[in-house]
């Protein structure tokens, strides 16, 4: 069993849709990482078959979007940053 990967406080870790399609000239629909700065950490409800929940760092925009496709699937709590 492989250990989870934790959160990434630097980098929102959704995947998103890169707007090509099979007509784009070198390219092709494909999946990349967001590259905003994550706002919230999700973690699932529900332990997975291996036992064990899962977590991610999601901007807001992504936490909005995992909401409106997967309502009620994680919680979700917001980054704290230390003052400056």
């Avoid at 706002?39 to 899962?54: F, H, N, S, W, Y």
């Avoid at 009620?72 to 980054?79: C, E």
């Amino acid at each position: 069993m492989a250990d989870l990967t934790p959160p990434d406080l630097t980098r929102c870790q959704a995947e998103k849709p890169n707007d090509e399609s099979f007509m784009t000239i070198g390219g092709g629909p494909k999946r990349v990482r967001c590259t905003v700065k994550p706002t919230v950490i999700a973690t699932e409800k529900m332990p997975g078959p291996d036992g064990l929940r899962g977590s991610m760092s999601l901007c807001s925009a992504c936490a909005v979007k995992l909401e409106e496709q997967m309502p009620g699937y994680a919680t979700v709590v917001q980054i704290e940053r230390p003052a400056r």
